[in-house]
């Protein structure tokens, strides 16, 4: 008798993730995609740049976390902080919801150990929330370390 009642609720919870990812097919999604990036600043040992998250799926998105590390070049840290929010520190993600169409701007701060020449190679992690309970959006972004940036 347990076993016919669990089987028969094994089935109904098949049968609803099923639906949900045919809802999920027919009304659409969120897709956090990435826009361009920016050097705002950069010296020997650390670089400041921005980069936009753009939501240009059809449904809203939640962003959870954006996570950076770097994969090539001197060693150091990567902190990533949603651009205009009142984070506790730097590095800090708030969490923010991202209508269709809708961007944000994440700002991305690499600090080297020590003093190194660039460029570096970094990975930028989106965590995103949709219909869809989690998806890594990633990218990688190659940054000059001591080469005086350009005004925007």
Known sequence: MIRGLLGAA????AAATA??????RVQGDSEIGFGPSTI???DEGSVHAEIELINRGREAGVIRKVEGTLEEGPP???LVTRKDSQPPQRGWWVSNILKPGESCIAE????????GTGPVIISVDVHEIGRRLLVHRRTRLTLPIGVPATPV
């Not at 094994?10 to 919870?13: N, P, Q, S, T, V």
């Open 10 to 13: 094994g089935m109904a919870g």
């Open 108 to 115: 991305i701060d690499v600090e080297l150990v020590g003093p």
């Open 19 to 24: 639906g949900w990812f045919v809802l999920a």
């Open 76 to 78: 150091g840290r990567v």
């Open 40 to 42: 705002i600043g950069t």
